[in-house]
């Protein structure tokens, strides 16, 4: 079975499926911008960083992507993808189920928002042995993730959902109970990773 378990592990590193995995994450970040053209049009221009939550999320995740395809790294970015790509996959789901028991109907569009932002955040999970990022990096990722709950619920500038805008304050809650989440899963992966990070950073200095 552990046996099986590095086969995968490696697999996911190999470069042709790194590549593809690129690809498929810009071109999601693209049309996740696209998306949210409507709401960023109307957005106050010292708001637009923290409006389009999840394509920011997935481009964090196709810039480690694209490091580790040319070999390099950047901590904070991997701390950033793993806490943003699992907290935005995970809401986004739970919005549209909402919007469905709320309406009764969300459309193909609506499913394909579901299943694509599930895989948003399994995708995190599923690299959780090649992450090298460290408590720091993982505690500046936090201080991000919880200003941008700052800016979405305290300045108004959530995503807007027309269907569930009465139940913003209900949202807003369970928003920051899912970043402590997400971060405190970061933290523990910083930790589980910890000694590989080390050996990483000896290695370097050796160069």
């Known amino acids: 079975?552990?046996?099986?378990?590095?086969?995968?592990?490696?697999?996911?590193?190999?470069?042709?499926?790194?590549?593809?995995?690129?690809?498929?994450?810009?071109?999601?970040?693209?049309?996740?911008?696209?998306?949210?053209?409507?709401?960023?049009a109307i957005t106050e221009p010292k708001y637009l960083i923290f409006v389009p939550d999840s394509p920011t999320a997935s481009l964090f995740f196709t810039i480690v992507l694209g490091l580790w395809l040319i070999g390099k790294r950047s901590s904070l970015i991997e701390a950033l993808?793993?806490?943003?790509?699992?907290?935005?996959?995970?809401?986004?789901?739970?919005?549209?189920?909402?919007?469905?028991?709320?309406?009764g109907d969300i459309g193909w569009l609506g499913w394909m928002l579901v299943f694509s932002h599930f895989a948003m955040a399994l995708q995190a999970v599923l690299y959780i042995d090649h992450y090298r990022f460290g408590w720091f990096a993982a505690a500046l990722a936090a201080v991000w993730t919880l200003h941008n709950d700052v800016i979405d619920y305290v300045f108004g500038q959530m995503p807007i959902y027309s269907s569930l805008a009465e139940y913003s304050d209900q949202i807003g809650y369970f928003t920051f109970w899912l970043s402590?989440?997400?971060?405190?899963?970061?933290?523990?992966?910083?930790?589980?990773?910890?000694?590989?990070?080390?050996?990483?950073?000896n290695t370097d200095q050796t160069k």
Do not use: D, E, H
Request: charged letters at 5%.
């Open 1 to 40: 079975m552990l046996s099986f378990v590095n086969k995968i592990s490696a697999w996911l590193m190999f470069k042709p499926f790194l590549l593809l995995l690129f690809i498929i994450n810009l071109a999601g970040t693209i049309y996740g911008y696209i998306w949210y053209g409507w709401q960023l």
């Open 180 to 201: 402590i989440a997400c971060i405190s899963f970061a933290l523990f992966v910083a930790w589980l990773n910890k000694p590989a990070a080390f050996q990483l950073t």
């Open 81 to 103: 993808a793993f806490i943003t790509l699992i907290k935005y996959g995970l809401w986004a789901v739970v919005m549209n189920l909402l919007t469905l028991w709320q309406t």
